[in-house]
């Protein structure tokens, strides 16, 4: 039978009632302390209500050296299940599913927002973050490990359907696999397996954790977009290797901060044959392992993104920008396939933080205010 956007599907243990999942956006909606406002759980509610199948919570902070921008979600404590468990019951309330995911900034942050001097693998400085970081120890690395584990118990106690680890984007797990970022001449540098390992540990906690029949995906890297970076070849192995693990989803996005054009969140998406920019990484970890394989990067059209299922790129395709214009995109579809995204990829919701209390599209409110 041929397949849909609109079909059930499962990650792992958690059946989804589509194929449309709204990628991890970094919100800027939570007190300093990383506690949701009501202003997230509506959010996450209405886009919920508007159709989105599986929800990805913005990066959600798993250890205090790991913050990066303001209002970001914090998993950091115990203390949290409860007002974590306010976005599961919003969600959970519209019928939706919520995914935590678990992050680390490592390199990717600075001094001024964690009070010392960032962490990384190596003593390699990040482009956009001035300051070489501190090597981590091996000590280190343990605290951090358990963190990730830590808080993705947290997550299941507070309600959520599953966590994803982010592994892409230039972050700490990403700063492991890179061989641009990772030098260390430890049993964490040097060879692919090497390189793998810290995520492994990381894979490994969580499960332990969480148990064997929750859902645990990750953003993976297809490639760092830059010269010496990590390659697909590498990202296929990582993937190949994650799946004999137990993950049971692999997101592909790609690029660093500093990779140019190939940034992980694109301008100008202003036609067709721009979309879905990381469709040649997914098609061929989708062609290298069997669980659901998830594509992020510039969807703005369902014919699009229709196509590439039928090409089996993905079974799922995630989506980010698009959903802060119209978080009912997906109930509008199902109305009218032939309508596009009107995100313009201008990349102003970038920049809200939480004085403006967190992200909005800009030229949307801008209209709106001008109409009124
Ligand atoms: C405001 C904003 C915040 C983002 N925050 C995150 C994040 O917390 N975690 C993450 O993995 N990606 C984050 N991204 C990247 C998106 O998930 C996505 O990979 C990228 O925007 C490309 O998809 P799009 O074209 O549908 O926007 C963010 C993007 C934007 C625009």
Redesign the pocket.
Known sequence: MEKTLFDPVHIGSMELCNRFVR?????GMCDEHGRPTERLARLYREMAEGGVGLI????TVVHPRGRQ?TG?IGACSDKQIPVLSTLTEAVHGAGGKLMA?L?HAGAQTSARTIGESPVGPSEVESPFYSGVPRSMTMGEIDEVVTSFGQSARRAREAGFDGV?L?G??G?LINQFLSPLTNVRIDKYGGSLNNRFRFLEEVYRSVREQVGPDFPVAI?LTGSDNLVGGLQIEDAVFFAKTLESLGIDAI?V?AGTSGSGEGV???KM?NSQDREG?NAGLARRISEEVSVPVML?????SFSVINKLLGENVADLF???????REPDLVNIWREDPGHRST?T?C?L??RPGMREGG?YCVPEKRKRQKEE
């Open positions: 990628s991890a956006t970094w919100e990805i919570t913005g990066y921008m970001a995911q992050f994803q982010h892409a984007h972050y953003k997101e996005s992980p969140v694109r998406i920019y992020v990067g510039g969807l703005r995630s989506l980010s920008r698009p959903f802060i995100c990829s990349n919701c970038f992200i």
